[in-house]
């Protein structure tokens, strides 16, 4: 009735502001009649003066009562606001508009890149993978109970939503793609397929654009797993940008319920701080792997397998130089387990072309590392 009454109102201003407009009109004709000169004079003034003194008034009533009858009260066109209301055409300019805003906030070239195959043998990753004695132990204890859960078919399969804690460098990401591989062959998830981001990549420059990137994140794993590595940046810095992510994650965990596995990853004490940060992460992230720090024997063994991938060999008495350096870079802030040992590798390569180059090696370890090859100390950097 109320809507109804405002439309009555609206045609009836819209009436008036037309009469407002015949009156002079009227007036002019009346007075070119037969009038007498005073009258004429009369009606001419009135015919002007009647339609000034209301049109502000009919002009404020009308916007007014227009805005009532065609605006809610958020400002949206009651006609247009609503998408399913749209033409197609008007619906495509939207979608258009959309697609480039997202697209802005994360090209489609960034998400493929995000995006990794799980292991399509994870028994056999699993078996391949260096120490983490106690990660593997928490593997077969999972598998065991995905295995369980399928297998009794009046139980409830429980979320498998997790957290990784450890120090960089000790494999992680790559057991998170050996998980991935398990909860795709235990039916966990539909997707073998793992996106990669890290905390910061989640924040954007605006809280609004955040939650959008995030969601946009979200839908690509859907099916599948989110692997978030150093996800403790969500809650540092001041602005709060990074909560927003973290809402929107939480929400995705609630609304799409068994559509993708969680996984965050980052320092122990870091990790343990955001998920009691929020009790949303508390109540679904059940499931813990502690990654302990290679010792040097491990890293030994990381450094032959990443030299042998790189057509090389490593004599003996270059481990034994290995073993005093290791023991150096443990005692760095910037020691990073495997990833030290990556960069080690590449700085023994140099040096070993650099002696080939110079004769100091013969032919025939052309692709051996040598302790020639290996500097016990670490590289030190003045910036």
Same mark, same amino acid.
């Not at 009555?8 to 009346?30: E, H, N, R």
């Not at 609630?254 to 009790?279: C, H, M, W």
């Not at 109540?283 to 010792?295: A, H």
């Not at 150096?328 to 002696?355: M, P, V, W, Y």
């Given at each position: 009735?109320?809507?109804?009454?405002?439309?009555?109102?609206?045609?009836?201003?819209?009436?008036?502001?037309?009469?407002?407009?015949?009156?002079?009109?009227?007036?002019?004709?009346?007075?070119?009649?037969?009038?007498?000169?005073?009258?004429?004079?009369?009606?001419?003034?009135?015919?002007?003066?009647?339609?000034?003194?209301?049109?502000?008034?009919?002009?404020?009533?009308?916007?007014?009562?227009?805005?009532?009858?065609?605006?809610?009260?958020?400002?949206?066109?009651?006609?247009?606001?609503?998408?399913?209301?749209?033409?197609?055409?008007?619906?495509?300019?939207?979608?258009?508009?959309?697609?480039?805003?997202?697209?802005?906030?994360?090209?489609?070239?960034?998400?493929?890149?995000?995006?990794?195959?799980?292991?399509?043998?994870?028994?056999?990753?699993?078996?391949?993978?260096?120490?983490?004695?106690?990660?593997?132990?928490?593997?077969?204890?999972?598998?065991?109970?995905?295995?369980?859960?399928?297998?009794?078919?009046?139980?409830?399969?429980?979320?498998?939503?997790?957290?990784?804690?450890?120090?960089?460098?000790?494999?992680?990401?790559?057991?998170?793609?050996?998980?991935?591989?398990?909860?795709?062959?235990?039916?966990?998830?539909?997707?073998?397929?793992?996106?990669?981001?890290?905390?910061?990549?989640?924040?954007?420059?605006?809280?609004?654009?955040?939650?959008?990137?995030?969601?946009?994140?979200?839908?690509?794993?859907?099916?599948?797993?989110?692997?978030?590595?150093?996800?403790?940046?969500?809650?540092?810095?001041?602005?709060?940008?990074?909560?927003?992510?973290?809402?929107?994650?939480?929400?995705?965990?609630?609304?799409?319920?068994?559509?993708?596995?969680?996984?965050?990853?980052?320092?122990?004490?870091?990790?343990?701080?955001?998920?009691?940060?929020?009790?949303?992460?508390?109540?679904?992230?059940?499931?813990?792997?502690?990654?302990?720090?290679?010792?040097? *024997? %491990?890293?030994? /063994?990381?450094?032959? !397998?990443?030299?042998?991938?790189? &057509?090389?060999?490593?004599?003996? #008495?270059? =481990? @034994?130089?290995? *073993? %005093?350096?290791? /023991?150096?870079?443990? !005692?760095?802030?910037?020691?990073? &387990?495997?990833?030290?040992?990556? #960069?080690? =590798? @590449?700085?023994?390569?140099?040096?070993?072309?650099?002696?080939?180059?110079?004769?100091?090696?013969?032919?025939?370890?052309?692709?051996?590392?040598?302790?020639?090859?290996?500097?016990?100390?670490?590289?030190?950097?003045?910036?």
């Amino acid at each position: 009735m109320k809507i109804l009454k405002y439309n009555l109102l609206y045609l009836l201003v819209i009436l008036l502001s037309i009469i407002s407009v015949v009156i002079p009109l009227l007036g002019i004709y009346l007075f070119l009649t037969n009038f007498s000169e005073t009258k004429q004079v009369n009606i001419l003034y009135l015919s002007f003066l009647i339609p000034l003194l209301f049109t502000k008034l009919l002009f404020e009533a009308r916007i007014k009562l227009r805005n009532i009858v065609d605006y809610d009260e958020f400002g949206v066109s009651k006609k247009y606001g609503k998408y399913e209301r749209m033409s197609a055409k008007e619906k495509k300019v939207i979608d258009m508009q959309k697609m480039a805003d997202m697209e802005r906030i994360l090209s489609s070239s960034q998400i493929k890149k995000l995006t990794h195959k799980g292991s399509e043998d994870p028994f056999k990753d699993m078996k391949k993978l260096i120490g983490l004695r106690n990660v593997k132990d928490k593997m077969n204890e999972m598998v065991a109970r995905m295995e369980f859960e399928r297998s009794s078919k009046k139980m409830q399969i429980s979320s498998k939503h997790m957290a990784f804690l450890g120090s960089p460098g000790t494999g992680k990401t790559t057991v998170a793609r050996i998980m991935t591989g398990f909860l795709y062959k235990n039916k966990y998830i539909k997707k073998n397929k793992c996106v990669e981001v890290d905390g910061n990549f989640l924040k954007s420059s605006t809280s609004a654009d955040t939650a959008i990137k995030t969601e946009l994140i979200i839908r690509e794993a859907l099916g599948g797993v989110l692997f978030i590595d150093e996800a403790y940046a969500l809650i540092e810095g001041s602005d709060g940008i990074g909560e927003q992510a973290v809402a929107t994650l939480i929400k995705a965990m609630e609304d799409r319920k068994g559509e993708f596995v969680l996984i965050l990853a980052g320092y122990t004490n870091e990790i343990k701080k955001l998920i009691q940060s929020n009790p949303g992460f508390e109540s679904r992230i059940k499931d813990f792997m502690v990654f302990q720090d290679y010792n040097n *024997e %491990e890293l030994k /063994e990381i450094f032959v !397998n990443m030299a042998r991938d790189n &057509n090389f060999v490593v004599d003996s #008495n270059a =481990l @034994d130089k290995l *073993e %005093e350096r290791f /023991e150096r870079e443990r !005692n760095l802030s910037s020691f990073g &387990n495997g990833r030290t040992a990556r #960069n080690i =590798l @590449d700085e023994c390569i140099d040096k070993h072309a650099f002696n080939f180059k110079n004769k100091e090696i013969d032919i025939a370890d052309k692709f051996r590392i040598t302790e020639k090859d290996v500097n016990v100390y670490p590289k030190v950097y003045w910036f």
